[in-house]
């Protein structure tokens, strides 16, 4: 089992409509988890960076973590074409182990 | 938060050759790394670019093939060695400890370097 499992996708979806994605994590180490957007032929650019469980909103984006259940989420609502980019999540320890363990990222898609 | 830059944006190369890409980054950070990103693949980390000392290595990279300098706080270079059509992959560089960035575990990435082999 991978240490963290993101649903490829790809994703496809009309503008203004709800879209969740999702990260599985078997490490209980895990404290710090982030969302990063990754536009074609781009870095990877931060979106959201929560510390331990619960809910985390900036604008139209919602990072949800729940430990107990090893399961992230990024909520976006209505998205809009500009949305469409690969989404990675990434997580670490903290501390001395910096070191962050990332999905394989979901491809989305908004449609206009 | 800082601004990373990375060059060659993108280069096609011969099997056999070497390639160094550079890394500077506008202010000074704690910690450099440098990932390999692969068709279909997590984003995976190589090394640890040490200020000063040898790079830190992660299992199934070495030093030999992925020689790394970090001779100051804002810079660093990765060379990939006697390069063959599996290293066809971005490379991005990415750091850590920024001042007024979001979180001590957070990390930033280049805007990587496209590299082709043939």
């Known amino acids: 089992q991978k240490e963290v499992e993101q649903d490829p996708g790809p994703l496809s979806v009309p503008e203004g409509a709800i879209v969740s994605l999702n990260c599985t994590y078997s490490n209980s180490a895990f404290q710090y988890f982030m969302w990063y957007r990754q536009y074609s032929r781009k870095g990877p650019e931060l979106l959201m960076y929560?510390?331990?469980?619960g809910n985390k909103e900036d604008g139209r984006f919602t990072a949800q973590v729940d430990k107990s259940s090893k399961y992230i989420s990024l909520f976006i609502r209505d998205s809009q074409p500009s949305d469409s980019a690969t989404y990675l999540c990434?997580?670490?320890?903290?501390?001395?182990?910096?070191?962050?363990?990332f999905g394989k990222g979901t491809l989305l898609t908004v449609n206009p | 938060s800082a601004v990373i830059s990375q060059k060659p944006s993108r280069d096609i190369c011969q099997r056999g050759t070497s390639l160094t890409i550079q890394c500077q980054v506008d202010s000074q950070v704690t910690m450099m790394f440098w990932y390999r990103q692969q068709p279909g693949q997590s984003l995976t980390l190589i090394a640890t670019a040490n200020q000063g000392s040898e790079a830190t290595y992660e299992s199934g990279f070495v030093i030999d093939k992925f020689p790394i300098s970090r001779p100051n706080l804002t810079f660093s270079t990765l060379t990939v060695s006697n390069m063959s059509p599996e290293d066809s992959s971005i490379y991005l560089c990415?750091?850590?400890?920024?001042?007024?960035?979001?979180?001590?575990?957070?990390?930033?990435f280049g805007p990587g370097t496209r590299l082709t082999v043939l």
């Open positions: 990434a997580m670490s320890a903290g501390g001395s182990n910096y070191k962050l363990t």
């Open positions: 929560t510390y331990s469980s």
């Open positions: 990415s750091v850590r400890g920024i001042a007024g960035g979001r979180g001590t575990d957070t990390q930033y």
